[in-house]
């Protein structure tokens, strides 16, 4: 069963490709939902799909991609209607 959950990630992930390889992953495991950058430096994941990729998907956001930096990763779950994409913004 799909759920959702929010994930917030903070390091050096803003200017580094992060969102854009986050929604790379994202697709290859067939998670919907959105990478966006926050105001205090972090970016904000919102990921939906079954509970195996979803916590496939935190342990990648645990390291990000080559270049970035992530110090802590929260996450949360949400209750959220399903996108059928995953964007960037």
């Not at 290859?28 to 990478?35: L, N």
């Not at 105001?39 to 916590?55: F, H, K, M, N, T």
Request: net charge neutral; with cysteine.
């Amino acid at each position: 069963m799909k759920q959702c959950m929010r994930y917030l990630v903070s390091g050096r992930v803003q200017g580094v490709f992060f969102r854009v390889s986050a929604r790379s992953e994202a697709m290859r495991r067939g998670i919907t939902g959105h990478a966006i950058n926050l105001s205090d430096g972090r970016v904000e994941v919102l990921a939906c799909g079954e509970p195996d990729a979803l916590e496939a998907m935190k342990i990648w956001l645990e390291h990000g991609p080559p270049g970035g930096r992530v110090d802590r990763v929260e996450s949360h779950p949400v209750s959220a209607d399903i996108p059928d994409s995953f964007s960037v913004g």
